[in-house]
T-cell receptor, first 112, second 116 residues
Framework: DSGVTQTPKHLITATGQRVTLRCSPR?????VYWYQQSLDQGLQFLIQ???????AKGNILERFSAQQFPDLHSELNLSSLELGDSALYFC???????????FGDGTRLSIL | AQKITQTQPGMFVQEKEAVTLDCTYD???????LFWYKQPSSGEMIFLIY??????QNATEGRYSLNFQKARKSANLVISASQLGDSAMYFC?????????????FGRGTSLIVHP
């Protein structure tokens, strides 16, 4: 058990819809990362938050947004969903940037 | 651009043998970190081992060791005494400094199958 909790585990929705993925980091970790894993793109870094503030951005689409709340949990919002957004979305946390990250079990998103 | 290359899409090893998974990286930064993660078929990502760019000694964690050759920009993972449970995808990753933070970059992974 990594200590990182992601909900829900599975999500099935339709094109054009909006979903919210939730992540609770390991106790004591201030940094949260979001990743998208698909067969064709591999594991892609989306965005990082540190203690409530955005720290770094990767390949995150404009239709996607995230935030980290005062209790350090984070949410990833995906809107105007397309078939190509079907993927496994991971949240990871670490004590600080550049330190080993511990991953949640992921949310598998299927767009029909 | 920072890049991680894992040239072995698939590897096979006999149980109890040692195996080396290759990883090369490309960065012009002096400060960076190198990581290996394991992803079993169940899907979770498990952190295995970390090496900082300034660390003189190769990192070791139980049966895992990281063969860090800075001049060659390689960070190979060595798994000793392979077990059936080691069958999984293995990802090499690097974190490099960018704009006050560290950006993670992952390789495409190597699939390891351990034979009895």
């Amino acid at each position: 058990d990594s200590g990182v909790t992601q909900t829900p585990k599975h999500l099935i929705t339709a094109t054009g819809q909006r979903v919210t993925l939730r992540c609770s980091p390991r106790s004591g970790d201030l940094s949260v990362y979001w990743y998208q894993q698909s067969l064709d793109q591999g594991l892609q870094f989306l965005i990082q938050y540190y203690n409530g503030e955005e720290r770094a951005k990767g390949n995150i689409l404009e239709r996607f947004s995230a935030q980290q709340f005062p209790d350090l949990h984070s949410e990833l919002n995906l809107s105007s969903l397309e078939l190509g957004d079907s993927a496994l979305y991971f949240c990871a946390s670490s004590v600080d940037s550049g330190q080993p990250q511990h991953f949640g079990d992921g949310t598998r998103l299927s767009i029909l | 651009a920072q890049k991680i290359t894992q040239t072995q899409p698939g590897m096979f090893v006999q149980e109890k043998e040692a195996v080396t998974l290759d990883c090369t990286y490309d960065t012009s930064d002096q400060s960076y970190g190198l990581f290996w993660y394991k992803q079993p078929s169940s899907g979770e990502m498990i952190f295995l081992i970390y090496q900082g760019s300034y660390d003189e000694q190769n990192a070791t964690e139980g049966r895992y060791s990281l063969n860090f050759q800075k001049a060659r920009k390689s960070a190979n993972l060595v798994i000793s005494a392979s077990q059936l449970g080691d069958s999984a995808m293995y990802f090499c990753a690097m974190s490099h400094a960018s704009g006050g933070s560290y950006i993670p970059t992952f390789g495409r992974g190597t699939s390891l199958i351990v034979h009895p």
